[in-house]
């Protein structure tokens, strides 16, 4: 008798069941990131100086946005970003400081962000200054 429940128990369940991925409903369909501008010149800055600009980017798709990682090309250019989901339609926020110390003469720096946008999985960000040695 307990071998013939164990049996009846195990009927309904297959091996190809126990790998299947449980996709949440708010990815499905299709993320897609909308940057209102993609480049920034900060002008003429004196060495030394701390300067931040906001990104700002829409969600234009019908599923949730997940920005998976943003760099910079170098350290001087620190990215700060809100790692929650963007449901479509929702607006997100990407910070740029840039700490020109030891610069001199026009910097361009890119942020390269990396997200789950259908379209542009990779967007680069430039920012640009003309630092000024006193």
């Known amino acids: 008798m307990f071998i013939v429940l164990v049996a009846a128990s195990c009927r309904n369940f297959t091996p190809s069941d126990r790998n299947a991925e449980v996709i949440p409903v708010d990815t499905i369909g299709k993320a897609d990131i ?4 993609k480049e ?8 030394g100086e701390r300067v931040a600009y906001i990104f700002t980017f829409t969600n234009s798709g019908d599923a949730d946005l997940i920005v998976s990682s943003v ?3 170098c350290g001087c250019t ?19 400081d840039y700490d020109s110390s030891g610069r001199e003469g ?5 942020i390269t962000v990396v997200s789950n946008s259908e379209k ?5 960000l430039r920012i640009t200054a003309d630092v000024i040695n006193k």
């Open 34 to 37: 909308t940057f209102s501008e």
């Open 40 to 47: 920034h010149s900060f002008g003429k800055i004196n060495e």
């Open 71 to 73: 760099y910079s090309t």
């Open 78 to 96: 620190v990215p700060k970003y809100d790692k929650k989901p963007i449901p479509p339609g929702g607006k997100g926020k990407l910070e740029v």
């Open 106 to 110: 026009l910097q361009t720096k890119t």
């Open 120 to 124: 542009n999985k990779v967007v680069i």
